[in-house]
């Protein structure tokens, strides 16, 4: 479950730190006591940051630096298309193993794939994932369901 | 082997307990170090849970045939054995619940629909401290709600010991009850009883004491620990889930009302009125857990055949062993006693900035069960400004070796993450 990857970016996180921000939301893992306060900010309909802070375990915190990766810069439907992806993989149970197209979306990330096996750590490599996707639409409004449209 | 003055016969013992030689993960030995949040089970416990099934099972207080009969005698009898573990003065102030939040939810219910003098209303205050399990904060919460009570606590000092500097503060003539944890289950501190006790005496306060993490490790004496009210659960004390204890005195049971009612707890019913059975069944509405209620008769005497004072010398030996091996290891902050001086064999630990699910997986991987998080008392985390720790607990099977598993494992986790 620990990858190289994971480890990789918890010790050393891309991204981390406030910035300005167009919505701010605040997540919590009740279970394991994760936190993150997450900042978006939007150019039209491109992801033009994501800023955070948090405290957490190694997965909860490695998966936010991936997330700041992957969509930073990235078009809104295609950000989208990133965080569902994400999200199947996770709730996979650990029956999906990631073939060549998801790993070229999800480049990083396919390294939570084992930690999908883990019901009690799956909620820790989302909660920075459910929370972009609460800052995005807190940011657009319904914007952010008419872009994807 | 380390061989510590007081220890048990952990060889013999282990092997009552089938569960301990599970291996996982590949050939790895389970080492359990979870016993606080569960004990693992003897086969005298799993027996008995059987042999009620297979030979006795029917439903208890009715019905006059032989397995009716058989039932009963077994749950009542069930219910001597645990009067007679607590020193209770009667077997009828024994009441049998789901568990020890059911317990303490049972105490908050019955001072919320008593008369006085009992009532809980707004002009009192219900007392509790920022060390208790969430089981024992949010039945008072709720109380205090409901009636306009004023929820007070005594607050915790930096080596985990409770602050009774402002008892007199705290515990006023307006004081209804007092509830509070003999043993901590975060950080195993044990309270001081008789100061808390003496203080709610001197206002005439009721007391309830949450001993579910004393239960299982010590003598456990209710008359003299001198308080009102006893919670404590059957599923770590050896015995199966589903089963608790809540002990009061007999002439506040006879006073104070029922809180669930239904089949079992009557005397008389018309539509539109009943009367109710005496204590303990007046507490006990509809089919109780019977075969549970067996399996804790079978814990009891377990640990009785044992004896709980050399079960808590043996607990003593492994935590003064567990805080020095612990205290070696680079990083290792212990949230609570530092010493096993008045202290149960939990022990909670931070690790560097190691976050303690990542501590938890790893020693997982390793075959060391330990729990991490808040462990029901966040209010614990929160005073020490931490997110949760990571919480090894022993009992009367832990033995030395368990202890330097962890300490290896946990030099294993500071390199993984190091």
Redesign the interface.
């Known amino acids: 479950?620990?990858q190289e990857v994971i480890?990789d970016h918890?010790k050393h996180p891309h991204g981390r730190g406030l910035r300005d921000g167009d919505a701010e939301v605040h997540h919590v893992n009740p279970?394991?006591?994760?936190?993150i306060t997450l900042r978006v900010k939007y150019d039209g309909a491109t992801v033009a940051d994501v800023s955070y802070e948090g405290?957490?375990?190694?997965?909860s915190q490695a998966s936010a630096s991936v997330l700041n990766d992957l969509l930073v810069g990235k078009e809104l439907a295609e950000a989208q298309k990133i965080q569902a992806t994400f999200l199947e993989l996770m709730q996979s149970k650990g029956q999906i193993e990631p073939d060549d197209a998801m790993e070229e979306v999800l480049e990083d990330a396919v390294a939570f794939a084992g930690v999908s096996k883990?019901p009690?750590?799956v909620k820790?490599a989302l909660l920075s994932w459910m929370a972009w996707k609460d800052a995005t639409a807190q940011a657009l409004g319904d914007g952010a369901e008419r872009k994807t449209a | 082997m380390t061989q510590l003055p007081g220890l048990l016969d952990t060889e013999a013992i282990r092997k009552d307990f089938p569960l301990l030689d599970r291996v996982i993960h590949d050939g790895k030995k389970i080492v359990y170090l979870d016993n606080a949040a569960t004990s693992q089970k003897p086969r005298q416990v799993l027996d008995a849970l059987n042999a009620y099934y297979e030979q006795s099972n029917a439903n208890v207080h009715r019905g006059v045939h032989v397995l009716a009969e058989e039932a009963t005698a077994l749950y009542e009898g069930a219910r001597d054995k645990v009067a007679a573990f607590i020193n209770a003065p009667s077997r009828d102030e024994v009441i049998f619940t789901k568990n020890a939040s059911e317990s303490l939810n049972l105490v908050a219910n019955m001072l919320g629909w008593a008369d006085e003098p009992y009532r809980v209303d707004a002009e009192t205050e219900i007392v509790i401290t920022e060390m208790e399990h969430h089981s024992n904060i949010v039945p008072w919460q709720l109380l205090s709600q409901r009636t306009g009570a004023k929820l007070k606590w005594f607050g915790i000092t930096d080596d985990g010991r409770l602050d009774l500097s402002n008892i007199d503060e705290i515990i006023t003539e307006k004081t209804k009850i007092v509830s509070f944890t003999l043993v901590s289950n975060i950080m195993g501190t044990i309270n001081p009883v008789d100061t808390i006790i003496r203080r709610a005496q001197e206002v005439g306060a009721l007391v309830c004491i949450d001993a579910s993490q004393a239960a299982p490790h010590m003598v456990l004496d209710v008359q003299a620990l001198q308080a009102d009210f006893v919670a404590f659960t059957g599923h770590k004390m050896v015995g199966p889930t589903g089963i608790g204890v809540l002990w009061g005195r007999q002439e506040l049971l006879e006073d104070l009302p029922p809180f669930l009612g239904g089949g079992e707890m009557i005397e008389t019913v018309s539509m539109s009125s009943s009367t109710y059975a005496p204590a303990p069944h007046k507490f006990e509405a509809g089919t109780p857990p019977i075969a549970q209620a067996v399996g804790l008769g079978a814990a009891v005497d377990y640990l009785t055949a044992i004896g709980m004072d050399k079960i808590a010398a043996h607990e003593h030996a492994i935590t003064e062993y567990a805080v020095k091996r612990l205290s070696e290891v680079e990083g290792l902050r212990i949230i609570g006693p530092t010493t096993a001086e008045d202290r149960g064999a939990t022990i909670s630990f931070t690790l560097g900035d190691i976050h303690p699910h990542d501590v938890g997986q790893v020693l997982d991987e390793l075959g060391i069960a330990v729990r991490v998080g808040h462990h029901c008392a966040r209010p614990v985390c929160l005073r020490y400004g931490i997110p949760a720790t990571t919480r090894a607990s022993f009992y009367l099977y832990s033995t030395p070796a368990e202890v330097d598993a962890l300490v290896e494992g946990l030099e294993h986790v500071r390199n993984f993450f190091g």
């Open positions: 479950m620990y480890l918890y279970t394991c006591g994760d936190e405290q957490g375990c190694s997965i883990y009690a750590r820790c």
